[in-house]
């Protein structure tokens, strides 16, 4: 699975922003999909997951209520709609796929097989 992330730029504390991944292949709806991001200095961390079929998903804590993650298995993309943006959530956003069973929703970075090049996100105060 080759994975192609778009969308990022640079948006005003407050503003929002959808993230795009693209995945080449035709296993699209075998994986569970997730973002991660990593600011300078920092160890990568877990944003948000979707299972295979887009019926469970989890976000970390510090983006619920702002960050939902969704996916469309025909166009072979998933997406992160980031709405009330912190400067906290400038990064480098990357997308990933990991093998899973149906229903699964995988948090763990080291599950991940497939990884995007990544989208920057700067947001301004």
């Known amino acids: 699975v080759q994975l192609q992330a778009s969308g990022g730029g640079l948006v005003q504390a407050g503003g929002s922003l959808r993230l795009s991944c693209g995945a080449s292949?035709?296993?699209?709806?075998?994986?569970?999909m997730a973002w991660f991001r990593q600011t300078p200095g920092k160890e990568r961390e877990f944003v948000a997951a979707?299972?295979?079929?887009?019926?469970?998903?989890f976000v970390r804590d510090s983006v619920k209520g702002r960050f939902t993650i969704s996916r469309d298995n025909t166009e072979r993309t998933v997406y992160l709609q980031m709405k009330s943006l912190t400067p906290d959530d400038t990064a480098v956003y990357y997308c990933?796929?990991?093998?899973?069973?149906?229903?699964?929703?995988?948090?763990?970075?080291?599950?991940?097989?497939?990884w995007g090049q990544g989208t920057l996100v700067t947001v301004s105060s």
């Open positions: 979707i299972s295979q079929g887009g019926t469970r998903s």
């Open positions: 990933a796929a990991a093998r899973a069973v149906s229903g699964e929703v995988i948090t763990s970075e080291a599950r991940y097989d497939y």
């Open positions: 292949g035709r296993t699209f709806s075998r994986y569970c």
